[in-house]
């Protein structure tokens, strides 16, 4: 198996008894954090373990970072380690929400230089739907050793985003809900509006009326439509929280656009210090 971006229900059926596969779920609420969880408890894809996005994808939150800080590197590979990837994994992560959340461990294992890890397309749901097999009990996991190395150019800090932005060297790139880019509506952070001068692509674009992603050349003309001239090695994509902005990332380097990177405390970390436009 070598999947790098996406993987189809098919194919993920036919290679459940695969030895280097590691299957996560990563279903998550962010209005009901332990709901996920308990969706996993009680029915799951065969041998799936649980990635947490709280707890499992993020590190603790202080008063100077967004709603889901990225972990130490060190405490991420321990995290893998623990549900049984080592360096020769072949990693699937599914959800139920397009893949908004699946997209997080994604980029996070890219970030420690791991590139066989793929998302389910169309995800819990289409595997459902298909009648595949589903399991009811928790897998027992064999640890394995991850060796890692943190590539942090895949991503920036507040300061280096007010600092690119102002030199015009990236464009930042919203995945959020226009009604929330525009200020018209914020039901998760305290304050309302985007950073000025980003512009919004709402991650669902890139996904068909089933939940699955479009094709690799539709995406790819959606994007040179949208960026016009820039090259997407001066993308930088955000979120509320660095995670659904992960979906854009997934999105472009599953269209040939590689390169584009992440700031991951996006508009919840931006509002603790700096002014909001929309």
Known sequence: MQYTTLIDTQSLHENLDADDLVIIDCRFDLMHPGAGEQEWKDSHIPGSGYAHLDRDLSAPVTSTVGRHPLPRPETFAKTLESRGIGNQSQVVAYDASGGAY?????WMMRWLDHHRVAVLDGGWQKWIAENRPVDHTEPVVQPRHFDYHADDDQWFTTPEIKTELANGYIILVDARTTERFQGIEEPIDPVAGHVPGAVNYPYQQNLDDDGCFLSPDELKKRYKDFLGNIDQHHVVHMCGSGVTAC???????????????????????????EKPAG
Not at 102 to 106: C, I, P
Not at 254 to 268: C, D, E, I, Q
């Open 102 to 106: 699946a997209v997080r461990l994604w």
């Open 247 to 273: 979906h854009n990332l997934l999105a472009m380097e599953h269209a040939g656009l590689s390169g584009s990177r992440l700031y991951p405390g996006s508009w919840s970390e931006w509002i603790r210090t």
